[in-house]
T-cell receptor, first 114, second 113 residues
């Protein structure tokens, strides 16, 4: 089954404790992206990657890091989480083929930072 | 600042009625306008999308109307069903550039049986 998987689905942590949220896709997509969803703000892009070893900032990159060492994986790293990073996070992927623009989203990771 | 403005924030419609959600954008470089549907506890999923070279696209009960000169687009859900109860997000992207999706704030649609 074609899908984007995220782990963990739920995470409660404390301020300053480094964490990683993993994202993996099995569709051989070149493009991957992280979004955060907050009430009244919709989804905002954190970072994106057009291919292996190619990453760039989205609209809200502060406090986050990413890496793209393999095509299928795109982990999101919070080096020192703060309470304002409490949110619902989504990973998405897309093919860069002509005419194919749909982004496929993972199930989400709900993060609470206390 | 939100690049895509969406309204209303929520709406309630009777079964069989029409739901209408409106979006507006400023950036004329946007060249792809999708609508995503999200059910509670799930990730968003593409519902329907349009490119700016057409003014309307229909897929089943869902229709996008696009007005390039006004920089507005809307989603119409005809014959609304309880299973359509979800949050709907409009978005805009520059697929010729970086594929970045800019989302509206979302509209929660509740269809009463």
């Amino acid at each position: 089954e074609a899908q984007v998987t995220q782990n963990p689905r739920y995470l409660i942590t404390v301020t300053g404790k480094k964490l990683t949220v993993t994202c993996s896709q099995n569709m051989n997509h070149e493009y991957m992206s992280w979004y955060r969803q907050d009430p009244g703000l919709g989804l905002r892009q954190i970072y994106y990657s057009m291919n292996v070893e190619v990453t760039d900032k989205g609209d809200v990159p502060e406090g986050y890091k990413v890496s793209r060492k393999e095509k299928r994986n795109f982990p999101l790293i919070l080096e020192s989480p703060s309470p304002n990073q409490t949110s619902l996070y989504f990973c998405a992927s897309s093919s860069l083929g002509a005419g194919s623009y749909e982004q496929y989203f993972g199930p989400g990771t709900r993060l609470t930072v206390t | 600042q939100q690049q895509v403005k969406q309204s209303p924030q929520s709406l309630i419609v009777q079964k069989g009625g029409i739901s209408i959600i409106n979006c507006a954008y400023e950036n004329t470089a946007f060249d792809y306008f999708p609508w995503y549907q999200q059910f509670p506890g799930k990730g968003p999923a593409l519902l329907i999308a349009i490119r700016p070279d057409v003014s309307e696209k229909k897929e089943g009960r869902f229709t996008i109307s696009f007005n390039k000169s006004a920089k507005q687009f809307s989603l119409h859900i005809m014959d609304s069903q309880p299973g359509d109860s979800a949050t709907y997000f409009c978005a805009a992207s520059r697929v010729a550039n970086d594929y970045k999706l800019s989302f509206g704030a979302g509209t929660t649609v509740t269809v009463r049986a």
